[in-house]
């Protein structure tokens, strides 16, 4: 079974949130930007291998303050990195029959990050 995790180091754009009200082209950009940063990211560990067909993907945001965040707002405003993650081989499709979503957890940490663990799923 293979592995992969990707330390980003800042929480998800705000552009992102489903609670955003920027302009399209705003979120066009953070979109982008977001899917070239996992993507040389999960390149420089992933090299070439095949993508996973099923596989599980877990989130961890780690904030340095104490203020409440909105777990799921955090969740949906990393779409732009399961796409991106598609889009450089690492995952074969984000629907329901080849992704699962796994933890989505905010923890206390030294800086802002956003953790991205990724398990292959055998049949």
Known sequence: MRTLEIVIDHLPYPELSPNSRVHW???A???K????????LA?????DDKPMVRARI???FRVKDHRHRDADNLLSACKAYSDGLIE??????DDSEHLEIG???VKQGDSEQTI???????K
């Open 25 to 27: 082209a705003v979120k």
């Open 29 to 31: 950009r953070a979109v």
């Open 33 to 40: 930007a977001s899917k070239e940063e996992i993507g040389w």
């Open 43 to 47: 390149k420089a560990q992933w090299h």
């Open 58 to 60: 877990s989130y961890e």
């Open 88 to 93: 450089v081989g690492v995952l074969f499709n």
């Open 103 to 105: 933890l989505c957890d």
């Open 116 to 122: 991205i663990r990724i398990e292959e799923i055998l």
